[in-house]
């Protein structure tokens, strides 16, 4: 017997993740980039800040994405002097991403905005259970 949408598991999540986007969206506004810009800005700056100098491949790989989609979105980070694209030395074939220093100053700051959003949405789940459940979820075979 089909569950009623109320108690659907996946529809539920359905929801929840459509009004956390809503948030995250919010939040980043005011910052002008979107949340997959942001989710790529942010996992270059965070290589960058490890001493990695990544390819579009291996930020698409950190973020999630879709390579082809992430080529897209980095694409209009360069253009908005975010993101920079460098000659890779060991193959001229393949671009490094580094952040600019428009970039690195407004990753930071955009992480922590989208970190209070996380905080106001996720902060009303009750138990220390949903980080250990998101990384299940999320990673399964970890």
């Given amino acids: 017997m089909p569950l009623s949408p109320g108690e659907s598991p996946g529809f539920l999540l359905w929801?929840?993740?459509?009004?956390?986007?809503?948030?995250?969206?919010?939040?980043?506004?005011?910052?002008?980039?979107?949340?997959?810009?942001?989710?790529?800005?942010?996992?270059t700056w965070w290589l960058n800040k490890e001493g990695e100098h990544p390819n579009q491949l291996a930020v698409a790989r950190q973020a999630g994405t879709d390579v082809k989609m992430a080529s897209q979105v980095?694409?209009?980070?360069?253009?908005?002097?975010?993101?920079?694209?460098?000659?890779?030395?060991?193959?001229?074939?393949?671009?490094?991403?580094?952040?600019?220093d428009a970039g690195a100053e407004l990753a930071?700051?955009?992480?922590?905005?989208?970190?209070?959003?996380?905080?106001?949405f996720f902060g009303q789940?009750?138990?220390?259970?949903?980080?250990p459940l998101l990384k299940r979820l999320a990673h399964p075979a970890d």
């Fill in 15 to 43: 929801h929840a993740t459509l009004r956390w986007q809503r948030e995250v969206a919010a939040a980043l506004s005011p910052y002008g980039i979107t949340h997959v810009q942001f989710v790529l800005l942010a996992c």
């Fill in 125 to 131: 789940a009750s138990g220390g259970d949903l980080i």
């Fill in 74 to 100: 980095i694409r209009a980070l360069e253009v908005k002097g975010l993101i920079e694209r460098e000659v890779d030395p060991a193959d001229t074939r393949s671009k490094r991403l580094r952040v600019t």
């Fill in 108 to 120: 930071p700051r955009a992480i922590a905005a989208v970190e209070d959003a996380d905080e106001r």
